[in-house]
């Protein structure tokens, strides 16, 4: 017995043209998408450099009322450097190494963009043996076209994000 061939039936399958016009939608899509993932990228980048360094004073803070000394945060701007240290502390994961934070380098990537210490000419934040800051600061913080600032009050010593 032999067997009656096969007809193809119309309209299955997917046509060359088909599949181009997939792609190009596809493609539509994706170059609508990429500005805005990359603008999502870079807020949820200066966000977590700006909990980083509120944090971190809060650290500061709370190592000078433990050691009843002063406790100073330095900050160096680019070009010279895009980074700040908490002076005399240790980093936790490498014992060895200095508590140094430097920001354009994952998964941060972002750059301190301004540090203004009121009333001060050093690049330093100190806080003192009661955990009280020497002078009201505001750290501006970038990546792309965003920003974030920290700001630290003189009379209550609080940490904010704005």
């Known amino acids: 017995m032999s067997r009656a061939p096969r007809r193809r039936v119309p309209g299955a399958g997917v046509s060359l043209i088909e599949i181009v016009i997939v792609v190009l939608v596809l493609g539509i899509f994706a170059a609508a998408a990429a500005p805005k993932f990359a603008d999502?990228?870079?807020a949820h980048r200066v966000d977590m450099a700006a909990h980083r360094l509120a944090s971190d004073l809060r650290a500061a803070q709370a190592r000078a009322k433990a050691l009843s000394a002063t406790q100073s945060v330095t900050?160096?701007?680019p070009p010279s450097g895009n980074q700040y240290e908490i002076v005399g502390?240790?980093?936790?994961?490498r014992p060895a190494e200095s508590y140094v934070v430097?920001?354009?380098e994952a998964p941060y990537l972002a750059t301190l963009v301004s540090v203004s210490l009121e009333g001060s000419t050093n690049t330093a934040l100190q806080?003192?043996?009661?955990?009280?800051?020497g002078c009201a600061a505001t750290v501006v913080l970038r990546s792309g076209a965003r920003t974030r600032?920290?700001?630290?009050?003189?009379d209550a010593g609080t940490v904010s994000i704005e």
């Open 40 to 42: 999502a990228l870079s």
């Open 75 to 77: 900050f160096v701007l």
């Open 89 to 93: 502390m240790k980093n936790p994961d």
């Open 102 to 104: 430097r920001l354009s």
């Open 127 to 133: 806080f003192n043996g009661f955990g009280l800051p």
């Open 149 to 154: 600032t920290v700001r630290v009050e003189r």
